[in-house]
């Protein structure tokens, strides 16, 4: 079993950046970034395939960039011109999701 670790988050103003980093103890081909609001399921916003293939969802395209270093087993987000609907827990898996591999998240917030 791999087990996730996110970080990263914080609080930051509208039109600012925040960096998200997912370590993961094993390799993992296909991973991706999911978001939770409150009150929303979980979506997922943007997918990296080991050969470094991706793909974003229409809500985050050319504002927030995936990548990954396989050698170090880390994923990364970098999200850029936030806004305050990108609020939400972010959490790094498997893509489709492996349920057991859910960690804590990382909690970003964007205020107006």
């Known amino acids: 079993q791999v087990h996730l670790v996110e970080s990263g988050g914080g609080l930051v103003q509208a039109g600012g950046s925040l960096r998200l980093s997912c370590a993961a103890s094993?390799?993992?081909?296909?991973m991706g970034w999911y978001r939770q609001s409150p009150g929303k399921q979980r979506e997922l916003v943007v997918t990296i395939a080991r050969d470094g293939s991706t793909a974003y969802a229409d809500s985050v395209k050319g504002r927030f960039t995936i990548s990954r270093d396989n050698a170090k087993n880390t994923v990364y987000l970098q999200m850029n011109s936030l806004k305050p609907e990108d609020t939400a827990v972010y959490y790094c898996?498997?893509?489709?999701?492996?349920?057991?591999?859910w960690g804590q998240g990382t909690q970003v917030t964007v205020s107006s």
């Open positions: 898996n498997t893509v489709p999701s492996t349920n057991a591999y």
């Open positions: 094993g390799m993992i081909n296909t």
